[in-house]
Antibody
Framework: EVRLVQSGAEVKKPGESLKISCKAS????????INWVRQVPGKGLEWVGI????????RYSPSFEGRVTISADKSTNTAYLQWTSLKTSDTAMYYC????????WGQGTLVTVSS | EKVMTQSPVTLSVSPGEGATLSCRAS??????LAWYQQKPGQAPRLLIY???IRANGIPTRFSGSGSETEFTLSISSLQSEDFAVYYC?????????FGQGTTVEIK
């Protein structure tokens, strides 16, 4: 059974750093892209970027490039999304999802950034 | 980037009736188009990929069609569990992009 399990909700202050995770199981992690998708409360879905764990090929949406860093660790079957300096506008639910057609999704990680 | 535009924004439908949702791409995405369903408090779920292929476990009342720039998601005989928000997404060229969503609500 394919599963993507994300790390728990986070509450941070502006300027703080954060790294959230997405642990995969039930398939060969290195063989499928992992996407990150943002959803601001009450709004639609926004594609953040994608990583291919097999060779760590990474692509970002222009809207997010420079603001976040995506990575993956084949040894632990885990993908990551990180910020070095959070802003209040980063407050959102973040989902990971497998493959270019986003066939399996994590449960989401709620990131709240507030002073 | 390719802009995806969904219509209508909201669709009011009575249970048992059918619904047709549209998605238009600003330029061709061939058939690299997926549809997702999202219910409140849940992660989205893949319904259709390749414009017309139902994902595993998706009921046959959901069907997708179209190619290039015009796509349709049809739901025949809406059930109570089908009232939700639906998104289209192109995966033809990075950055992947989503439509803004169509809310299917109970009439």
């Amino acid at each position: 059974e394919v599963r993507l399990v994300q790390s728990g909700a986070e509450v941070k202050k502006p300027g703080e750093s954060l790294k959230i995770s997405c642990k995969a199981s039930g398939y060969i992690f290195a063989h499928y892209w992992i996407n990150w998708v943002r959803q601001v409360p009450g709004k639609g879905l926004e594609w953040v970027g994608i990583v291919y764990p097999g060779d760590s090929d990474i692509r970002y949406s222009p809207s997010f490039e420079g603001r976040v860093t995506i990575s993956a660790d084949k040894s632990t079957n885990t993908a990551y999304l990180q910020w070095t300096s959070l802003k209040t506008s980063d407050t959102a639910m973040y989902y990971c999802a497998r493959d270019d057609r986003l066939d399996f999704w994590g449960q989401g990680t709620l990131v709240t950034v507030s002073s | 980037e390719k802009v995806m535009t969904q219509s209508p924004v909201t669709l009011s439908v009575s249970p048992g009736e059918g619904a047709t949702l549209s998605c238009r791409a600003s330029e061709s995405v061939y058939i690299n188009l997926a549809w997702y369903q999202q219910k409140p408090g849940q992660a989205p779920r893949l319904l259709i990929y390749g414009a017309s292929i139902r994902a595993n476990g998706i009921p046959t009342r959901f069907s997708g069609s179209g190619s290039e720039t015009e796509f349709t998601l049809s739901i025949s005989s809406l059930q109570s569990e089908d009232f939700a928000v639906y998104y289209c997404q192109q995966y033809n060229k990075w950055p992947w992009t989503f439509g803004q969503g169509t809310t299917v609500e109970i009439k």
